[in-house]
């Protein structure tokens, strides 16, 4: 009877562990990532200083905005850079209850999955923020001094970063529904054109009120979902051959 409750005492230990592991590897990157939080919450806004007209700036409505706001940059860049050990202290809790065919696959998915998270915010920040923030300037008002707020910037920036890198983590979860069996091919495929209105849906919801940004957001969706099928089929299950059918018991008889 105690097997059972130790097992489980065990497994929670255990977790608790490599908890505090991963939180304390963030921890550490954000203390050593501290003295140049300006530096980094700089970078961040680079893309809108460059599109801001001749003497524009950014603001900061908020007393204590200029502290926080960098410091919030500063750990999130630590979690990022701390990623692929807080993976792997969930991976060394989650693989001994996995089977070895699972593992084959749930490695190889995982490090995809980080990959192109990381790839969708480059493409935020290296095309759509540049693209974006210069449509932005050229279409206000004259008379009007376009400016915003630094924790309203980030608010819009975390927003972009988590749709698009979830949005480039399409081919992966295709992936996974097709070799799990809970969907065949061909009905992804059936169900395209509902995914091409779904993107630019989605487009319209996550990414600012005009066209531009919406269709860099949108196209990508449908491309990478074009991409998870291609790849699927080389995980899917092979359908099963059916077993030729014994003959009936008077059939057996006769001859």
């Known amino acids: ?3 059972p409750e130790e097992s489980f005492m065990s497994h929670l230990i255990e977790l608790r562990d490599r908890l505090i592991r991963a939180l304390l590897s963030i921890l550490i990157i954000f203390l050593c990532l501290f003295p140049w939080a300006k530096e980094l919450y700089a970078v961040l806004a680079q893309p809108l200083l460059a599109s801001l007209p001749k003497g524009g700036q950014m603001i900061a409505t908020d007393v204590v905005g200029v502290f926080l706001v960098p410091m919030k940059v500063a750990l999130m860049v630590a979690f990022l850079i701390a990623l692929p050990y807080v993976l792997y202290q969930a991976w060394a809790f989650v693989a001994p209850g996995l089977y070895a065919h699972e593992k084959r696959l749930a490695l190889p998915l995982v490090a995809a999955s980080v990959f192109l998270f990381f790839v969708g915010m480059a493409f935020a920040y290296l095309l759509v923020f540049p693209t974006v923030f210069g449509f932005m300037a050229k279409i206000a008002p004259d008379g009007v001094a376009w400016m915003t707020d630094i924790e309203k910037y980030l608010s819009f920036v975390m927003s972009t970063f988590i749709a698009f890198g979830i949005t480039f983590e399409v081919p992966v979860v295709v992936i996974v529904l097709v070799k799990m069996g809970v969907v065949e091919i061909k009905t992804l495929k059936e169900w395209r054109p509902y995914v091409i209105v779904g993107a630019f ?5 996550f990414t600012p009120p005009d066209v531009v940004s919406q269709l860099l ?3 990508p969706l449908c491309l990478l979902f074009e991409l998870g099928l291609f790849l699927a089929r080389f995980v899917s299950q092979p359908p099963a051959r059916e077993l030729p059918a014994l003959p009936a018991e008077s059939e057996r008889t006769t001859d």
């Open 1 to 3: 009877m105690n097997a």
């Open 201 to 205: 849906v989605i487009g319209a919801i």
């Open 217 to 219: 957001l949108a196209v």
